[in-house]
């Protein structure tokens, strides 16, 4: 097996590992946001079609089929009996998606055809560096660092959105689609500069391993474990995530407060909940940590089914998409534990993919509910789910802890 490199002993590398990997971060969930809520707007307002405009929602796919080329990459990135290739990969590739929104500004950003196949590498370029980037978070922090790391790219995801989703769209429309393209490169060069002077902990490259693969990843009973977990608690929240901005519509909020709130309120939220996940992880371990991110995620959404006035739902919204954000710090810091050191980019991964599978089926999935059983009770189902959720996290007569570092150490 390959040892994990670690930061021991280097609280300054600990911190340059955070800027780092927080960087990259930022770019990929750029990407998305230029791709999932600008360029929608922006193409529309250039006279392109519907129908053109529905192709964009295959520029998502890459996030939820990137574990088909995962080993691919992880093979690539940890050679067997040689050094990791961490650093090139992730900053070649950062340069390289730096050069496509370039290459989209050189072009004006008015051709259709040239801003979907530049989008579509984008895409597939930034679900790859993730992979890369993942594993080396594991490989190079501490159990003690996992919460931050996890910190920064939730946090870094939101941030990003705002960037691709916001700042571009405003600059788009102030002077010009071929302008906000180079502002966009400029920032996934900048973003990516602190790998350049990234000193990564050494690897060992003598011993040999075994190549990365997903059916090396599925025999271990930690990774399994890890699956049930991502799907259990992925069922609460992604019934109702795409139903809170109709409910608020539906009970009478204007669409440009509904706008503000999913926007400004939406990024605002994710933020402080990344930080208080990262406190409670900090404070009380992850496991309790997500049990109090849960439990905090139930408790709105049944106070936004019984809310009378349309403020106290706007707020369990705010309150629910904060527990959320704190949810994914606690159960990536979990998740973290039971990756492979040999192959940590596919296995956690796996469970990225999962919880991207489980989004677009219970998103279906809890529209069609509300249309039939209403809103209220789609939202105590979620609620429901959430309960069966915590009680499976804190169960321990299923056997040995599956979270704990021995054990999912024992796993490998």
Request: glycine share 12%.
């Amino acid at each position: 097996m390959r040892p994990p490199e670690t930061t021991s002993g280097a609280d300054g590398r600990g911190g340059q590992l955070l800027v780092a990997i927080g960087g990259v971060y930022v770019a990929q969930s750029l990407v998305t946001g230029v791709a999932a809520q600008a360029l929608p707007a922006l193409l529309r307002s250039q006279a392109a079609s519907l129908q053109q405009l529905g192709w964009l929602s295959l520029l998502m796919l890459p996030w939820a089929l990137k574990f088909a080329w995962a080993p691919w990459i992880e093979r690539w990135r940890l050679p067997t009996g040689r050094a990791a290739r961490s650093r090139p990969m992730v900053l070649g590739g950062q340069l390289m998606l730096a050069a496509l929104f370039a290459l989209m500004a050189a072009a004006g950003g008015g051709h259709v055809g040239l801003v979907m196949a530049a989008m579509s590498l984008a895409a597939l370029l930034a679900a790859s560096i993730d992979v890369a980037c993942d594993g080396f978070a594991i490989e190079q922090s501490q159990s003690s660092l996992r919460g931050w790391v996890n910190v920064v790219q939730v946090a870094g995801s939101y941030a990003g959105l705002l960037l691709g989703g916001g700042l571009f769209l405003l600059v788009a429309q102030w002077w010009g689609m071929a302008q906000g393209c180079l502002l966009m490169a400029s920032l996934i060069a900048l973003l990516g500069l602190p790998w350049w002077f990234l000193r990564p902990a050494a690897v060992g490259s003598s011993l040999a391993v075994r190549p990365a693969s997903l059916r090396q990843a599925w025999r271990r009973p930690a990774v399994r474990v890890g699956l049930v977990l991502t799907i259990l608690l992925a069922i609460g929240p992604r019934l109702v995530m795409g139903l809170t901005g109709a409910i608020l519509l539906d009970h009478g909020m204007p669409l440009e407060q509904l706008a503000w709130l999913q926007g400004v309120g939406g990024i605002l939220a994710g933020l402080t909940g990344a930080l208080l996940g990262g406190l409670l992880v900090r404070r009380w371990q992850a496991r309790a940590a997500l049990v109090a991110a849960l439990a905090l995620q139930a408790l709105a959404l049944l106070c936004l089914a019984g809310a009378a006035s349309l403020l106290m739902q706007a707020a369990t919204v705010w309150v629910f998409s904060m527990a959320l954000s704190a949810t994914f710090v606690a159960s990536y810091t979990l998740l973290m534990r039971c990756a492979d050191s040999a192959q940590p980019g596919v296995d956690f991964t796996l469970f990225q993919c999962a919880d991207a599978c489980m989004a677009v089926v219970l998103g279906i999935a809890g529209g069609w509910l509300a249309h039939q059983l209403g809103y209220v009770t789609v939202l105590g189902l979620a609620a429901l789910a959430l309960v069966m959720a915590i009680v499976a996290v804190c169960c321990r007569d299923i056997g040995p802890d599956p979270f704990s570092e021995k054990q999912c150490d024992a796993n490998v």
